[in-house]
């Protein structure tokens, strides 16, 4: 069973950094492509940036390109996501998802952070 755990999230004004991390329990971690989810009240679940198992290759949302980091550690089995310049727009719950290379569809799901942005 792989169990992924977010953390970091919290309350920042428009224009600060927060810094997610995402540790997952699995002895294979280092073979699944990862990404980071949001969902903002109201609204649908949506990509924000992917990584691949390697770390080679990034794919970020446009609403968050130029802003957002993502990164990954293989040897501490955790996924990072910088985010800076935060705008109220970002405040959401954060997941990170993985899934095995190929895939479309994610196949495990955190329980997610709450981000919230002040102006």
């Known amino acids: 069973q792989v169990q992924l755990v977010e953390s970091g999230g919290g309350l920042v004004q428009a224009g600060g950094s927060l810094r997610l991390s995402c540790v997952v329990s699995a002895r294979t971690f280092s073979i699944y492509d990862m990404g980071w989810f949001r969902q903002a009240p109201g609204k649908e679940r949506e990509f924000v940036a992917t990584?691949?198992?390697?770390?080679?290759?990034?794919y970020y949302a446009d609403s968050v390109k130029g802003r957002f980091t993502i990164s990954r550690d293989n040897a501490k089995n955790t996924m990072y996501l910088q985010m800076n310049s935060l705008k109220p727009e970002d405040t959401a719950v954060y997941y990170c998802?993985?899934?095995?290379?190929?895939?479309?569809?994610?196949?495990?799901w955190g329980q997610g952070t709450q981000v919230t942005v002040s102006s």
């Open positions: 998802a993985s899934k095995f290379p190929g895939r479309v569809d994610y196949d495990y």
């Open positions: 990584i691949r198992w390697n770390g080679g290759n990034t």
